[in-house]
């Protein structure tokens, strides 16, 4: 599966942004989705994942309750709403596809090529 995300831009803290990820292929049911995010110098970092089906997520400590992840199976597309930006919360942000609802980057098989998010104050 090919990924390819976009909608980061520049916001103030405390505003919203939507990323999506659209994906090719005929199986984009068949994969669970997560995205990451990375700033220069350290680890790519869990945001969050949505199962096959969406009727399940997970989120990372620091972003629950601001964002929410979702999918489109119908569109090849996987989203994710970012409310109550912080400056914290500037990053390139990656969407990726596997089998498994993981937290782990290297656990992920196919990654899109990263949208910048970037939150002033």
């Known amino acids: 599966v090919q990924l390819q995300a976009f909608g980061g831009g520049l916001v103030q803290a405390g505003g919203s942004l939507r990323l999506s990820c659209a994906a090719s292929g005929r199986t984009f049911s068949s994969y669970v989705m997560g995205w990451f995010r990375q700033v220069p110098g350290k680890e790519r970092e869990f945001v969050a994942a949505?199962?096959?089906?969406?009727?399940?997520?997970m989120y990372a400590d620091s972003v629950k309750g601001r964002f929410t992840i979702s999918r489109d199976n119908a569109e090849n597309t996987v989203y994710l709403q970012m409310n109550s930006l912080k400056r914290e919360d500037t990053a390139v942000y990656y969407c990726a596809a596997d089998s498994g609802l993981r937290v782990r980057a290297g656990d992920y098989s196919y990654w899109g090529q990263g949208t910048l998010v970037t939150v002033s104050s």
């Open positions: 949505i199962s096959r089906s969406g009727g399940t997520t």
